[in-house]
């Protein structure tokens, strides 16, 4: 059941200061799918507090493992795994549940798991995920929503797997289901985020074989057992692009403390055209904003190290009050321009014409009642909400809390008037 809180924006405050950056959604949600493959116990740091996680979590302890957390430390010990099925409503909580379908297999040489199907974003089909675990040699039956993938006798072999798409969650599926199986496994055009190198960082710190994650070419030779490690997961850069995304749109200054500038680069160019000074400094970067905002000419969201998804929506509503004509292509997911239609309800002008959106820039933004539509597209709305005119009274926020932690905290700390109000406040006032 969602809850029904609020988050309430008063605009036009500045933001200015410095900030840590949590760990990273995308990172420590297949760490700890990982941690499957593991016969002993795994440490992991820098665990943000998202509802993803938790969601993580629950299946985890639903397969028999024993996880503790203490404040942003994990542990989980996974040596007495004694299932290999996950619940249909376990699996719905939370799309890259997908992901575990190479934890278990990995495993347990077997999996039984509902299909996650479709999200806000598009109809997210899983059809490379299938056609690697065949190429492993396993046979899949899917039947009423459920899949039922098995090992034949011989077990799971290594094979060269070459992706038609490189797909985040397939490339990690694959990893995790070549980290133990017989031989070696080369993916060709593997996705290259940097959360998939932080996942075989983690696994080869538990004694894995695998060699050239972050680049295309992946190879990774089949061990017989893991054991356990000790590991941090890496700054979110979605989020710290959200963060320095929210100060240019309000004309302050923000210095993110202890980031990966590297992965955060296919953002930085853009930013840079839109009349923002950035400097690095070592694992520090400080955004300073211009007076005006100028239009971003074209923006094509592609896999890393391209433009990433993840940051169109927030990206859009910065070009939203920039002087000019913005073009956005959407070329990752069918249907993510679902924060549009909020955004109008602030004034802002755009059109879209199948997966291509033009954003004329308008003076300013006025304050709205608007609902998150999805996880990115929610912080769009507060970021509209901070540099907009009066009060934003954003409903539906259960999406953010998948991917932000505590967001009204953070940007408290930089000078934001913002605060979550429960379902009871909200009504009494
Ligand atoms: C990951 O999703 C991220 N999620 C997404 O972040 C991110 O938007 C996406 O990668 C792209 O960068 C996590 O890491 C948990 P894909 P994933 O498989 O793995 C198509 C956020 O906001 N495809 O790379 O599901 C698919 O439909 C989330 O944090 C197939 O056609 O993404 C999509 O169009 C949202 N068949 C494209 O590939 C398949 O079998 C990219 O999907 C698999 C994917």
Not at 185 to 198: G, L, V
Not at 212 to 236: K, N, Q, Y
Not at 345 to 373: C, Q
Request: charged share 20%; hydrophobic share 40%; net charge neutral.
């Amino acid at each position: 059941m969602w809850n029904l809180d609020k988050i309430i924006v008063k605009g036009r405050k500045k933001l200015n200061g410095e900030i840590s950056v949590q760990g990273a959604k995308n990172s420590v949600l297949p760490i700890l799918v990982a941690t499957l493959l593991v016969d002993g116990i795994s440490v992991i740091h820098n665990c943000p507090y998202l509802s993803d996680v938790d969601a993580t979590v629950k299946i985890l302890r639903y397969l028999g493992c024993v996880v503790k957390r203490e404040g942003h430390t994990i542990t989980v010990d996974s040596t007495n795994i004694k299932k290999f099925d996950v619940p249909d409503n376990l699996m719905r909580e939370m799309r890259s549940s997908i992901v575990f379908l190479g934890g278990i297999m990995g495993r347990m040489g077997k999996a039984v798991l509902s299909t996650p199907g479709g999200c806000e974003i598009g109809l997210r089909p899983i059809d490379l995920h299938l056609s690697a675990m065949e190429q492993f040699g396993a046979t899949i039956t899917t039947e009423n929503g459920f899949i039922d993938c098995s090992a034949k006798e011989k077990g799971l072999v290594g094979t060269r797997i070459i992706l038609s798409f490189p797909s985040v969650g397939a490339t990690e599926n694959i990893i995790l289901t070549a980290t133990l199986a017989k031989g070696v496994t080369i993916i060709s055009n593997a996705a290259r985020e940097p959360e998939i190198k932080d996942m075989a960082d983690f696994l080869n710190s538990c004694g894995a074989k695998i060699h050239g994650a972050g680049e295309s070419t992946i190879t990774i030779e089949g061990v017989r057992s893991l054991c356990g490690a000790e590991h941090t997961v890496i700054p979110d850069r979605i989020v710290a692009s959200t963060y320095m995304i929210a100060t240019a749109m309000t004309g302050g200054t923000i210095c993110l403390k202890d980031i990966v500038p590297s992965h955060i680069g296919p953002i930085i160019q853009p930013l840079r055209e839109s009349g923002c000074h950035i400097s690095v400094d070592g694992r520090n970067v400080v955004l300073a904003s211009p007076t005006h905002l100028k239009r971003i000419r074209m923006i094509r969201t592609m896999p890393h190290p391209g433009f990433p998804t993840d940051v169109q929506a927030q990206m859009m509503a910065l070009t939203s009050i920039a002087e000019g004509t913005s073009v956005f292509i959407e070329n990752i997911f069918e249907s993510r321009f679902k924060h549009i239609g909020e955004l109008i309800r602030f004034g802002a002008k755009i059109n879209t014409e199948g997966r291509m959106a033009v954003v004329e820039g308008v003076k300013s933004l006025n304050g709205a009642n608007v609902k998150a539509t999805d996880l990115r597209g929610g912080s769009a709305m507060i970021l509209a909400g901070l540099c907009a005119d009066g009060i934003t009274e954003l409903s539906e926020i259960h999406h953010i809390d998948r991917g932000y932690e505590e967001p009204e905290k953070v940007l408290g700390v930089l000078g934001a008037d913002i605060k979550r109000v429960n379902n009871y406040e909200t009504t009494k006032n």
